[in-house]
Structures are given as structure tokens and as C-alpha cells.
């Protein structure tokens, strides 16, 4: 028997129990189920008596309680809400328990033993309970809403990929009903989004723990602590907005409305009815029954059709649209979530699913490839997928669910499509294309000075940490191809100039990349990011004249600052001559001194040598010119010393008052 009830209970709570969760005398009439576990519930009717009662659960009591809304024409009219208690009794001890027989006084094992304690019995969460609503008054046309729980509704999505930057896209929602009654007729809203429903206890009593007051004198036990507020009167803050990328690859056209079927002739057989029926209920059955009328023959032409008429080709799979477009789900936008509400009244029987039509129109969409290399397959590490690509045009979202991919009249595959907002891009892997293979490299370096910071005469300047990836694309089909590079981003860093149409998603930290690869053809595609990393650097420094020159020929500057370092640069460009002048002196110095040291050395062990006066006297003349040369050398390096340091002192003066804050914004 126990098992019996713990397989009734893992099946569903009602599972093992008869009737409703929730019943009333007041019809069901609007029924919206959300995709956390919850569904509200609307009854509405008139009522000739002074209460209306409801039979539901015990663990929905609590539920039925916090969300209580009740509406009537003219007024509030319910007084009060009355329902039983379910109370555990918790003693332990038995009454007038009799004591234990001593061991040495037992006759029998058994007497001996202590009497188990009889177990309490815990409160049936399936159990039945009656809820009255007491009212003002015998009659009234009242409207009462509540939660309770409910499986989630499940979407489901068709995409036909056309060859015009196109696509047909269908989206269908799976409704379930295990509340134990049917749903006749209800107004039907299926909610995107789970807002929060927690479950409430509110019909089970609770006594909290009560503080127990004692005198024991005034001692502090611990210091008091204050609370800090800032000052927020002042701040102005603002946040820089930045428009969206342009997507990928040719601008789609605009999502046109979805054209009216032909009319279907008066005089054709109730087939069509049917077919219509089907039409507003989804789109798919519909088109099977229109190109089978199509296919009829007239009576008078039926022998000449039959002799001559070839068989008909395959057809591409048809994303039709209802017959009438008011079928479709009307979708609202309210408090942040999407709701479709179905137009029409719609009948869910107990423990069934029903499957509605929410939407079908045409959108922008293309069928190309996307290398996004995943863990958990292989062959993603080396090769593409293969993905449809199209736009929600609708105004609400679309849920996670599961959707089948069409092109060409085939059947492609099948992918997972992700949370979709409004005006986002959905890119769905449905297959792994092989003929295209992808390889990766990378190196990192520094580029770029900007001037960054100037601060009591020191020059701080900034430059890019470039971290580049290059990916090796070759083509080994027959046809080009369009390919999209999820590109891993590292936190921090920025695109630096991104091919166009790249689209930069901040949410999943990863950029798409789009590059085209001509049949049996190779390319390589460069992902540039760089991070700004801050160093200080020398005035008289290649990277300071870099950071300075681009920051006076940047029309952005500061005029006041651009014009005093023009003239402190000038003062450096002649330093910088001087001191150029000066190293280039002491190299020559240097040189000379080593040869004239390396001439003596040549003297001395040819002095006793009769037979070399000849190379005596040339090495001898050498020398001479050298000591020459560098007597030269010396004076006109004091005379540069002295300008040098004259110089500096000018050029120290005319930065010592420069100030600059903050850089320049990046201008990629």
C-alpha cells in the first residue's frame, strides 16, 4: 500500500485522486497559463444566494487565498472568506502510558517490550476542502479570479527558408489540462515569461515563537552601529546609448502581410470546409487540401486530363497562413512579459493537450553557416554548422522550444531556438557541414600611443594590448558559401575595427563575425581585439612624439592645450636635434678614441723595425688626424652641452603647467 502511494504521488498529485483542484458552481471562462507552473483562472456568473463555495485541495488552499480577485458590476460585494483548518497534533507522549515490566519479571519477550507509540496521521494534501465566499447579498454577477498550478504551455516553431533573404515561420503552443476538469469554451492566453508565483501556506495555521521578556538592567551588550547615506542631490550621471549594429549580410525587406487565399467556389464539396476548418486551426493541412482541388480536373475535360497529364512534381512544404488572419494570436505586451490571447473560444478536455496557432508570417530569414566550436561535439571544433538565421518581426517574444527547418522541399533538421525578444536576430544550428573546414591562430602585441594623462610636467600616455585571432577558412564545395564566426570575446577589450555587419552580443560575452568564402577557395578572417593599458613614457621618447602628434592632429583637442603644446614641442625638436647631435658626436668620439688607441698599440711593435718607416710615418699621420678630429669633437660637444642644457630647462618650463585630465575618446 505505501508503495501504491508513493507511485500515485510521483505521478501527478491528482493523479491518484477523482474530481477537480478547483470547482465551483460558476463556470470556467477564461483560462491563462504562464511558464512557471502556474495558471490563472477566471469563473464568472450570476449568483441568487448570500455565498458562493469552492472544492479544491488542501495544498491549493493557500494559492486560492493569496491571489483571490473578485469583480463585480457595481461593486465590491464578498464580506468574508471562510474555510476549514487542517491541524497536526504534535505531543509525542501517549496518555496514562503504563510503566515497562521489569526484565526480571518477564515471563515472555514480547511483554516486555514497550508499546510503539501509534503514529500520527499527516494532513492529505489531496484531501478535499470547501472555501465559502460570503456575500452582501442574494444577487450578483460576479467574476473570480485566482492561481493555481498548471503545467507549463510549450512552444513549438516551423521555419521554410526561402531564397530571397526570406522565411515562413510558424509558432504553435502546446497546452496541457490535468486540473481535473475541462476547459468548455474558454478564453485562452498563453503568457512568454514566468513572473514570480510563489506557494503561499496561507491555510495552514502558524504560531510563531514568542520573545520572552525578562528584566535583566540596562546593560549595553554590544555598541550601536549608524546607517550612511550619500549625497545624491548633485549626480547627474548618464548613460552614453549607442544605436544597434547592422546585421548580417543584404538588408531583408520589410515582413509584408500575409496575402488572402483565392476564394474557394461555392459549389465544391465539404472537403473544403474541412480544409478551411484546419486552415484556422494551424496552416499546414490546409495546403494539402487546396493543391488536391487544384489537381481535380472539370467533368468535361477528365478523359483528355487523364491521357496527357503528366504526374505532378513534388511540392516545397507550404507554411500557409489561416484562412482568415484574425485567427492568429493577438499578442500584447504588459508589464515587461508577451501575451498571446487566442481569438476565438477554445476547448481543452481533462487530461489532454491541445496545440494552437499563435503565429505565421513571413520574416526575414537565410539559411548559412556558423562556426561556434561547443565542447561536446567534436567535429563543431573543425567545422561549421549549418543554421537558420531570421528576425522575430513580431512585437512579443518567443520562447525556448524546439523547431523544424525546411528548404527547397526538403526536411533540413531540427534545432533548439533560444529566448527571442522582439526585433532580435534567432541563429539556430540544425546540422554540421563538412565541406568546410576552419583552422585558428594568434599573437598578441602592443600598438597605438594616445596621450593619455599630462600631470606636473609628466606624460602619461596610453597604448592597445592587441590580441588577434586569425581563423583559416577553406572551402571544399562546389558553391560559395556565407559564413558567421561566433568569435569568443575576452572580457574587457574592444573590436577594433570590425568587419562590417558584425554583430557584437554583449549578453552571451561572443561576437558574430560574417566573411564569404568562394567555391574551393581559402581566406582568412582577423578578429583585432585590444584592451588600453596606461603607462608613463619620457617626453623626449619616440611614443610621446607619436601620442602628441596624434593628439594635435585630432580636431577634437582641447585649442588652448593644442597650442601650448605646439610651442613646447617645437622647444623639444630642437632639444631632441641637439641631443641627436651630441650621441652622434660621442659614437664618433668613441670610435676615433678606440682606433687611435688600436694605432698606438701598431706603433709600438713596429719602433725597432728598420724596414717599416714608411708604415711608421702613414700610422703616425693617422694618429695626428685623429687628435685633430677629436680636439673638434670635444669643443663642439661642450658647445651643444651647453645648449642642451639650456634647452632642457626651456622645455621642462613650458610642460611643467601643462594639464590634461582625461583622454580622448577612441576613434578606431
Known amino acids: 500500500m505505501r508503495r501504491l502511494g508513493w507511485i500515485c504521488l510521483a505521478i501527478t498529485w491528482a493523479g491518484c485522486a477523482r474530481g477537480p483542484n478547483v470547482g465551483s458552481q460558476l463556470p470556467l471562462r477564461r483560462v491563462v497559463v504562464y511558464r512557471n507552473g502556474v495558471g490563472y483562472f477566471e469563473r464568472a456568473g450570476r449568483v441568487d444566494s448570500e455565498q458562493v463555495s469552492f472544492d479544491m485541495r488542501q495544498r491549493l488552499v493557500g494559492d486560492f487565498l493569496a491571489s483571490l480577485a473578485v469583480i463585480e458590476r457595481g461593486g465590491s460585494s464578498v464580506r468574508s472568506a471562510s474555510f476549514p483548518l487542517e491541524v497536526q497534533d504534535t505531543d509525542t507522549a501517549l496518555p496514562d502510558e503504563p510503566e515497562p515490566t521489569p526484565i526480571d519479571d518477564c515471563q515472555a519477550p514480547k511483554r516486555c517490550e514497550k508499546p510503539e507509540p501509534p503514529k500520527k496521521k499527516r494532513p492529505d494534501p489531496n484531501a478535499m476542502r470547501e472555501v465559502v465566499l460570503h456575500l452582501d447579498g442574494k444577487e450578483h454577477d460576479l467574476s473570480i479570479g485566482y492561481l493555481s498550478e498548471s503545467p507549463v504551455w510549450r512552444p513549438s516553431y516551423r521555419v521554410v527558408i526561402a531564397e530571397d533573404n526570406s522565411a515562413d515561420l510558424q509558432a504553435w503552443g502546446i497546452v496541457q489540462n490535468l486540473s481535473g476538469e475541462d476547459w468548455s469554451q474558454v478564453s485562452l492566453s498563453l503568457v512568454a515569461g514566468a513572473p514570480l508565483a510563489f506557494q503561499s501556506t496561507l491555510g495552514t495555521p502558524v504560531l510563531p515563537a514568542r520573545p520572552i521578556v525578562t528584566d535583566q538592567g540596562e546593560v549595553v551588550a554590544v555598541i550601536p552601529t549608524g546607517e550612511t547615506s550619500l549625497d545624491k542631490s548633485r549626480s547627474n550621471g548618464q548613460v552614453d546609448r549607442v544605436g544597434p549594429q547592422g546585421g548580417y549580410g543584404a538588408a531583408a525587406p520589410a515582413p509584408a502581410p500575409a496575402a488572402a487565399p483565392e476564394p474557394i ?152 531556438l533560444e529566448p527571442l525578444p522582439a526585433r532580435a536576430t534567432a541563429t539556430v544550428p540544425f546540422a554540421i557541414e563538412r565541406s568546410v573546414a576552419i583552422g585558428q591562430d594568434g599573437r598578441q602585441d602592443l600598438e597605438g600611443s594616445r596621450l593619455y594623462r599630462i600631470e606636473a610636467g609628466r606624460l602619461f600616455i596610453e597604448r592597445d594590448f592587441s590580441s588577434r585571432r586569425i581563423y583559416q577558412i577553406d572551402n571544399g564545395g562546389d558553391k560559395p558559401v556565407k559564413l558567421l564566426v561566433k568569435h569568443s570575446r575576452i572580457p574587457g577589450t574592444r573590436l577594433f575595427r570590425p568587419a562590417p555587419g558584425t554583430e557584437d552580443n554583449l549578453a552571451t560575452s561572443s561576437a558574430l563575425i560574417p566573411t564569404e568564402v568562394r567555391a574551393h577557395g581559402k581566406t582568412e578572417l582577423t578578429v583585432d581585439e585590444r584592451r588600453p593599458n596606461q603607462e608613463e613614457t619620457d617626453w623626449l621618447g619616440p611614443l610621446a612624439d607619436d601620442a602628441v602628434r596624434g593628439y594635435l592632429a585630432d580636431s577634437r583637442a582641447n585649442p588652448e592645450l593644442a597650442k601650448r603644446l605646439r610651442d613646447a614641442w617645437t622647444l623639444r625638436e630642437s ?59 670635444t669643443k663642439r660637444s661642450i658647445e651643444l652641452q651647453m645648449s642642451i642644457d639650456e634647452q632642457q630647462v626651456r622645455f621642462r618650463d613650458a610642460v611643467r603647467d601643462l594639464k590634461l585630465d582625461a583622454p580622448l575618446p577612441v576613434k578606431d
Open 265 to 416: 467556389p461555392a459549389e465544391e464539396d465539404q472537403a473544403d470546409e474541412k480544409a478551411s476548418a484546419v486552415g484556422r486551426a494551424g496552416g499546414g493541412m490546409r495546403a494539402d487540401a487546396l493543391r488536391k482541388k487544384a489537381a481535380r480536373p472539370s467533368a468535361s475535360m477528365a478523359p483528355m486530363a487523364e491521357a496527357a497529364a503528366p504526374p505532378p512534381p513534388p511540392m516545397a512544404p507550404n507554411l500557409s497562413p489561416p484562412r482568415r488572419l484574425s485567427d492568429l494570436a493577438a499578442v500584447a505586451l504588459d508589464a515587461g512579459t508577451t501575451r498571446y490571447d487566442i481569438p476565438y473560444p477554445v476547448t481543452v478536455p481533462n487530461q489532454s493537450a491541445t496545440m494552437v496557432l499563435l503565429r505565421s508570417e513571413r520574416v526575414p530569414g537565410a539559411a548559412v553557416l556558423l562556426f561556434a566550436p561547443e565542447s561536446g561535439v567534436a567535429d563543431s571544433q573543425s567545422h561549421p554548422y549549418r543554421v537558420a538565421r531570421f528576425t522575430n518581426t513580431t512585437p512579443g517574444l518567443l520562447e525556448r522550444g524546439p523547431i523544424a527547418v525546411f528548404e527547397k522541399g526538403s526536411f533540413l533538421g531540427q534545432g533548439l
Open 575 to 633: 632639444l631632441r636635434r641637439a641631443l641627436d647631435e651630441f650621441e652622434k658626436l660621442s659614437n664618433e668620439r668613441n670610435e676615433l678614441e678606440r682606433l687611435s688607441e688600436e694605432t698606438r698599440r701598431n706603433l709600438k711593435s713596429i719602433e725597432k723595425n728598420p724596414q717599416a718607416a714608411d708604415l711608421r710615418q702613414k700610422l703616425t699621420k693617422r694618429l695626428g688626424e685623429a687628435a685633430t678630429r677629436i680636439d673638434a669633437i
